[in-house]
């Protein structure tokens, strides 16, 4: 983990940053001495994109978002947003440009207001607006167990993703859930990424390849490094028949839908 580095160099300002996701030649391990996570990756997501990265177990898929949130031990290379060095940088201002939505999100006991809230200074109203936005009716006073367990995963993505609308986040990092949501969930997320966060950079780990269907840019993860990238409509099927993916047998008889475990 970075955070604990000297950062005496880095800009201890905020800096707000914008533009294309940068991995230039760059190289990590978890800790120093051990065998390279990442290896000399380049690719670029463009911002505003919607993308998605999959590949088989240990391909850096997860290493990727980790790298972005400086938590691994930086061995080479440099990442970039809009040009500028990460590592220019403090941690804390590298990772306050990113909101997460994590595979399991976990909610705090209290209220529906307390975990959408936090330490923010919004109002009710905004608060209802934006569980409007993603399709929640919650009351803003409806307890909450902790962990979230009392709400299922669908729904505490979504707390997750109306929480990330308040903070008004321009690069938002998604880890899908490797089962499928209930179809309402699904769609209600597609229609967010084409609706209120059409602007923002998306980038998901996918597990589910309908999912796939609705990104912009497919990157193809393997040791460390990107083996290709492309539309969905070019990835999608070799993805399917080099057994990268595992259609869900159910629905074999349609090849590029189904789920892949990743």
């Known amino acids: 983990d970075e955070s604990h580095l000297d950062n ?14 940068e991995f230039v030649d760059y190289s990590m391990a978890y ?19 919607k993308v998605g990265i999959v590949g088989r177990t240990g391909a ?39 909101g997460v939505v994590p595979q399991d999100p976990y909610l705090f006991a209290g209220t529906i207001r307390f975990n959408l ?37 669908g729904e505490r993505q979504l707390l997750c993703i109306a929480r990330l609308i308040l903070l008004s986040k321009r690069y938002i990092l ?19 990424m084409r609706g209120v966060l ?25 040791e460390g490094r990107l083996l290709r990238q492309g539309p969905p409509a070019e990835i999608i099927p070799k993805l399917v028949g080099e057994g990268v993916v595992q259609v869900d047998p159910d629905i074999a008889a349609q090849p590029i839908k189904g789920q892949f475990v990743a």
């Open 174 to 192: 998604m880890d899908e859930p490797t089962s499928a949501l209930d179809r309402k969930t699904d769609e209600m997320i597609q229609q967010l």
């Open 198 to 222: 059409s602007d923002c950079t998306v980038i998901t780990i996918a597990h589910r390849l309908e999912s796939l269907e609705h990104y912009d840019l497919i990157l193809e993860m393997g």
């Open 8 to 21: 005496s160099r880095a800009e201890s300002t905020y800096a707000e940053l914008s533009g294309d996701i």
């Open 60 to 98: 850096g898929k997860s290493s990727v978002m980790q790298a972005l949130f400086r938590m691994v031990n930086h061995q080479a290379g440099d990442i970039r947003i809009g040009g500028r060095s990460l590592f220019s940088l403090s941690v804390d201002c590298v990772r306050s440009q990113f």
């Open 117 to 153: 809230r936090g330490d923010m200074k919004v109002s009710d109203v905004a608060l209802r607006r934006a569980l409007e936005t993603v399709g929640l009716s919650f009351d803003l006073d409806a307890s909450v167990q902790e962990g979230g367990k009392d709400y299922s995963v």
């Open 31 to 49: 800790r120093p001495g051990l065998d390279k996570i990442l290896d000399q990756l380049s690719l670029t997501i463009p911002a505003g994109k």
